[in-house]
């Protein structure tokens, strides 16, 4: 008799009914920003290699030659036999590199999320969340079992309401920049309200880190603001510096916490040490290029000009991220697909990704783009868009 559990092809179909069924293409060679997809040669416009390091030769060199020196895979976690060199090294380049005592790698900013703040929380804790926070963020805060608050998104009134009725220890948790939006979280407010209620706050800045403010320190740098007044820091290390893995940074004890408690930095392996060696060149060039931050700036000026002047719904974003609000999945599954025979990758985010009813094309931009290849999106945009 057929097994019941095995039987999805009813879900299958529902989600492909809704446009919400999702579908990898492949991609075949380095990313930059012309992929060659399904024997296409497409202008990239959906990555979140921000400032075009993820192939850029000085990281690709550092890659080849940790692999020369510490071989493929680490071998084992960190607390067993997998933390080499290369790993403490970079540690104390991203500790120095924010202004904090110590930087702890994880594997992925995923499991950052989850280990961080399932390690500082437990059952008589808050957990107060910004709705529009990352899938991983919210799930390291449904893992922590603590009281879980969504406040309305970016909303200091709403977020000081349920902060006054926080039972136990609570804790802020934000993105800094929002991944599907661009936005910023409040962060000014965000660290008065924090302090004034002695509550901790998190920020997991994946997508302002090396990206916003003048040395390319992030949110906290864009509103001149100093490590003590964001103590709980996580980066990830998969968009700007065009590599992989994450960090947590913050004060000795913070680290050293996470290191007995954080269930998915002590159970997993180490990533590899050649990945930390490339990153450690990827944290050069992000320091002595800011030519890189500028450029994006400059691209991401020109396309919000030229999207006004077509009447695009653009979001209040001056970030990387610029998404254009369509709203009905279908509509927004069938730009994507339009732009993609105009010779664009730019990819339809719906829900769950994104509320109800929210739908957008995410257009990202990077600094090895040019000021044509906007140009070039502009027009084909105007040409696809109802
Ligand atoms: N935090 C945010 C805000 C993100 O957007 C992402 C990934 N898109 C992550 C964490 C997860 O990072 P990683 O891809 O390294 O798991």
Request: net charge negative.
């Amino acid at each position: 008799m057929a097994n019941a559990f095995y039987d999805f092809t009813g879900e299958l179909r529902q989600l492909e009914q809704d446009n919400l069924y999702r579908r990898r293409r492949v991609v075949d060679g380095p990313q930059g920003f012309m992929l060659n997809v399904d024997g296409r040669q497409l202008i990239n416009f959906c990555s979140n290699d921000y400032l075009g390091l993820a192939n850029h030769p000085e990281v690709a060199a550092a890659f080849k030659s940790g692999v020369d020196r510490y071989g493929v895979g680490s071998g084992s976690s960190h607390l067993i036999c997998g933390h080499s060199g290369a790993h403490h090294a970079l540690e104390e380049e991203l500790a120095a590199f924010t202004g904090r005592e110590r930087a702890l790698l994880f594997s992925t900013g995923y499991m950052a999320n989850l280990g961080v703040i399932s390690a500082l929380l437990g059952r008589s804790d808050t957990v107060l969340e910004d709705r529009l926070n990352h899938a991983s963020l919210l799930d390291g805060g449904l893992l922590s079992r603590a009281r879980f608050q969504r406040y309305r998104h970016a909303d200091i009134e709403d977020l000081q309401a349920k902060l006054s009725n926080a039972a136990g220890k609570a804790l802020v948790v934000s993105d800094g920049v929002f991944s599907m939006d661009g936005d910023l979280a409040p962060l000014p407010a965000m660290v008065e309200l924090t302090e004034r209620h002695h509550t901790g706050l998190l920020i997991d800045d994946a997508h302002g880190f090396g990206v916003l403010g003048k040395n390319g320190g992030g949110v906290v740098e864009h509103f001149g603001l100093t490590q003590d007044d964001v103590p709980i820091l996580i980066g990830t290390l998969g968009k700007a510096f065009g590599t992989f893995g994450a960090f947590a940074a913050g004060s000795e004890d913070l680290i050293e916490m996470l290191i007995q408690k954080a269930r998915s930095y002590v159970f997993t392996t180490a990533l590899p040490a050649a990945v930390a060696e490339a990153t450690r060149a990827s944290l050069r060039l992000l320091q002595t290029e800011s030519w890189r931050r500028e450029q994006l700036q400059n691209l991401v000026r020109r396309f919000r000009q030229g999207a006004q002047q077509q009447g695009l719904q653009l979001m209040d974003s001056f970030t990387a991220i610029q998404p254009v609000l369509i709203g009905d999945s279908g509509q927004t599954l069938a730009a994507s697909r339009r732009l993609s025979e105009h010779g664009f990758w730019v990819s339809a985010i719906r829900p769950p990704t994104v509320p109800a009813g929210s739908a957008r094309l995410r257009i990202t931009f990077s600094a090895n783009h040019t000021e044509s290849q906007v140009d070039a999106l502009l027009d084909a945009l105007a040409k696809v868009l109802p």
